[in-house]
């Protein structure tokens, strides 16, 4: 059947598991809807797009006989969208490629959102049969699989942890230079002390299969711990030193600078130096490359000033914001009703949202996929 207008849609993690496992299990009482949506979906020209961050939710259960059966289904279908870029890897794409083809397009010219993302998606975007997209080697998945289950354990602690406010980063450079550092003694009480918050923020909003929120406070508080202070460093001297270290110009490190816009700044260069090796292009052609250009960036720095406090970070936090990034290059994007609201809350406080993205919907069943 020859599509006319395809309309790449990307589903949910939890869309596709549900739609899985019902399409392999015959007497699931959505069987039958599970098992003709691939064909009814492609009968209404909706492609429905699948990136690594699903696979990894996917894989990462229990039963491995399950999660390889999942990969034979997504290894039957004769058409689906992925993000590749650039076209020299065996599997779909992450949050990686979509900012690899982002920085390329603007390499090559784009010097607005606008542009970057017609560009980029063309870069990006692409279309083939499931082996196309993962492959026909089974072994292959098995092995992903146990680092996929490591990476889930992970993603729960740094989840719970990484907007925790144990430092106020909404405050100036120049407000926090006018501190002083603390002496060795008085350090390492104020460590213990955070160990303690640490270990009760953890249990009240972290993932609920945290099992050991002590031992997260205790991995978090090991890397903190350890690092080890330049003698006789004041306060500048050790932002300067923390951030210059994370890819920062000292000259970029102004008195009336925001912490939190710093941080920021600092993540961001560091996904800088993996995609130069990732396109093989000097870090300094990258760097140069003004980030408010980048749409997927856009979305997820918006969704974080403007979304929702949670009561509760799972683990699965860290993958949907990382999908989130589709929505400049997907015709519709499904997420959960919280990054639904989140989006809205965007949209409510940057009109230009509309005009950048395509449509984010949330959808309690896989068959909504279809409307």
């Known amino acids: 059947m020859t599509i006319v207008r395809p309309v790449i849609i990307a589903p949910d993690s939890a869309h596709w598991s549900r739609w899985i496992d019902a399409t392999l299990r015959p007497l699931h009482r959505d069987h039958v809807a599970a098992a003709t949506l691939y064909d009814r979906l492609i009968a209404a020209g909706r492609i429905p797009l699948l990136t690594f961050h699903h696979l990894e939710e996917l894989l990462a259960i229990e039963d491995s006989e399950w999660a390889m059966r999942r990969i034979g ?27 690899a083809a982002e920085l390329e397009a603007a390499l090559h010219g784009a010097d607005a959102m606008a542009e970057v993302r017609e560009a980029a998606r063309g870069l990006l975007v692409r279309t083939g049969s499931g082996t196309d997209v993962i492959g ?22 740094i989840a719970a942890i990484r907007r925790m406010g144990l430092f106020d980063d909404r405050r100036s450079v120049g407000d926090i230079v006018k501190g002083s550092i603390r002496p060795p003694s008085e350090r390492q009480s ?31 508080m090991s890397e903190v711990g350890e690092v080890d202070l330049p003698p006789d460093i004041d306060v500048r001297g050790l932002l300067e030193w923390a951030l210059t270290g994370q890819g920062l110009d000292r000259e970029e490190i102004r008195d009336d600078a925001l912490l939190a816009d710093l941080n ?24 140069a490359i003004d ?60 009109k230009s949202l509309v005009n950048r993205i395509g449509t984010v919907r949330s959808a309690g069943q896989f068959t909504e996929l279809l409307s």
């Not at 289904?73 to 979509?98: K, N």
């Not at 026909?136 to 602690?157: D, F, G, L």
């Not at 920021?264 to 760097?287: C, M, N, S």
């Not at 009561?311 to 997907?330: F, I, K, M, N, T």
């Open 190 to 220: 104020r460590l213990a002390r955070m160990s303690g918050e640490v270990t009760d923020h953890v249990r009240a909003r972290g993932d609920v299969r945290i099992e050991d929120p002590a031992g997260v406070a205790n991995w978090f």
């Open 264 to 287: 920021r700044l600092a993540i961001y260069r560091t996904r800088l130096r993996i995609i130069a090796d990732h396109l093989g292009v000097p870090y300094v052609r990258l760097k």
């Open 73 to 99: 289904f997504i290894q039957s279908l004769p058409l689906i969208g992925f993000v590749r870029y650039p076209d020299s890897s065996l599997q779909t794409g992450t949050i990686v490629d979509i900012l």
């Open 136 to 157: 026909t080697e089974m072994w292959i998945w098995q092995v992903v699989r146990a680092e996929c289950r490591r990476r889930n354990r992970s993603s729960r602690s």
């Open 291 to 350: 980030p408010a250009i980048l749409p997927s960036l856009w979305v997820q720095h918006g969704l974080e000033r403007h979304g929702q406090d949670r009561q509760r970070r799972p683990g699965s936090d860290l993958a949907d914001e990382c999908l989130a990034a589709l929505a400049p290059y997907v015709d519709e994007l499904f997420v959960d009703r919280r990054t639904r609201e989140d989006f809205r809350r965007l949209g409510r406080a940057d």
